[in-house]
């Protein structure tokens, strides 16, 4: 089945530092979502990307659908204590059963004041 | 209501003991998903509802799994003869009308232990 990779697992950075995590994939996609994850609550959407190449930012978020479809990397710039929780990226195939929604294994993100 | 919300949020069972999770969807919302998070992975896609539609299965990893949704809107998802592996996070999303690229909400999951 699709698999997503996701890497690194976890990131320990200090108040101010830019983040960068990526998600690998070895099937084309024609969606690629970021959520994030806080203890005790389900994902919230932050990013969609649509087109391949297509480069979006939402505040100091900006991610990036690749090129072959087969990747995507999320940015965070000048990371803050509320940035900290569970980053996933999501995969979507348009398909006749809604569309659902492949996840990589999470990044957890620290950050320390 | 204003977002998806799913009882019970904690569910502590014995082994081999059936268990029904709910998920209140989204008012208006004709796509119903549920997924499985285990403990530092990702999620895992279970099953999905689509109005009236016959759901899609395919995710669901045994016969021992089963999902009804009643007049398309609350679901209920059953596990039979619960196994110490089925220990995870359940979480419903739903979403409009279960398009590509339509934001899927999620709730805040149940939060199941197997004994």
Partial sequence: GQQLNQSPQSMFIQEGEDVSMNCTSSSIFNTWLWYKQEPGEGPVLLIALYKAGELTSNGRLTAQFGITRKDSFLNISASIPSDVGIYFCAGQVEETSGSRLTFGEGTQLTVNP | ?115
């Fill in chain 2, 1 to 115: 209501g204003a977002g998806v919300s799913q009882s019970p949020s904690n569910k502590v069972t014995e082994k081999g003991k059936d268990v029904e999770l709910r998920c209140d969807p989204i008012s208006g919302h004709t796509a119903l998903y549920w997924y499985r998070q285990s403990l530092g992975q990702g999620l895992e896609f279970l099953i999905y509802f689509q109005g009236n539609s016959a759901p899609d299965k395919s995710g669901l990893p045994s016969d021992r799994f089963s999902a009804e949704r009643t007049g398309g809107s609350v679901s209920t998802l059953t596990i039979q003869r619960t196994q110490q592996e089925d220990s995870a996070v359940y979480l419903c999303a739903s979403s409009l009308y279960g398009g590509r690229g339509e934001t899927q909400y999620f709730g805040p999951g149940t939060r199941l232990l197997v004994l």
